[in-house]
């Protein structure tokens, strides 16, 4: 029998040689600890984050937009389910997870707490947010937890189009009346620093990411990633003929990256620690829809108890 001391040696090993771990492996609890707190905040965040564009499908200005944003709010929601069921894998319950969510003691992405005030705001999460959500999710994909690397590769397929509707609506509001480019800009103004906290504190307030990278759970930091986002949006702003509302973002030849301004972590700490524009009007909605959805689940139960018993009849 090996000791404790050994078999973590030996699950290093497997992480080193990138060797997914699978549910029934051996792992340190802390791995598994953190894995089910990331997983089940990653499904929250897929969830809660289906309210602030679904208070738009029925103001879309078109049929052809009301059905791409019907779409992508319902690959939200299978996005969460899929997320549920990876931490399920590691010996949690998904009521307890969505308990946790309820009562404030489990996080979900600082995003999803600011108002979606105009239609270019629903274009400018699409383009910003998703896009912020890809860069971190293909990352994902080389996660060492085999349940979550894989669900992430089915995840950024969807993602990559939800990125594409928005830069859609972004391009046709930006080249479009002067009030409507107004708008856009407007929207970018609003989601351009939310969007650059969603990748985490920096990297030195940073309280997992040393063991997450150790872990290879996570495969960049947080600060690398931001700054990969932030490279590859100016451009994208550039066309849309849009202003990123930073005045100290300036392309440094030396590093090969965009420079840019301080980030407000004020405001990040406020927003994930329940403070946000919208936190309370998210949970209570969170809420009421799982109230209002328990007829489903029982019935959906007793359907199966049903068909069970059934089955040990026959
Ligand atoms: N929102 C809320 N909480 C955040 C946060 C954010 N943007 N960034 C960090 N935090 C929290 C962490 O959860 C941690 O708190 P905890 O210990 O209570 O969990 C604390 O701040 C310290 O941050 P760390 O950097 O130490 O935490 P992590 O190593 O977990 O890194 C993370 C944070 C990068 C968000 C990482 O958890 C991660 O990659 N999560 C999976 C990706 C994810 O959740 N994405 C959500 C995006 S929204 C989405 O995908 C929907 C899409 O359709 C738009």
Redesign the pocket.
Known sequence: MLSNEELEKEFQAKIDAEIKIEPKDWMPEAYRKTLI??IS??AH??VV?MLPEGNWITRAPSLRSKVILLAKVQD?AG?GLYLYSAAETLGVDREDLIEELHTGKA?????FNYPTLTWADIGAIGWL??GA?IA??VM?CRTSYGPYARAMVRICKE?SF?QRQGYEIMLKMAKGTPEQKQMAQDALNRWWWPSL?????PDDK????AQ?LKWKI?RQT?DELRQEFIDKTVKQAEYLGLTIPDPHLKWNEERQHYDFGPINWEEFYQV?NGNGPCNRQRLKARIKAHEEGAWVREAAIAYAEKKQAKKTAA
Do not use: C, T, W
Request: proline share 3%; aromatic share 6%.
């Open positions: 707190r990331q905040q990653h965040s897929e984050g939200e996005h996080k979900y992405s600082s995003i947010v998703d959500a971190n999710q994902l993602e939800h906290m969603m990748f985490g504190p940073s309280i997992h990411s997450s996570k947080n994930i």
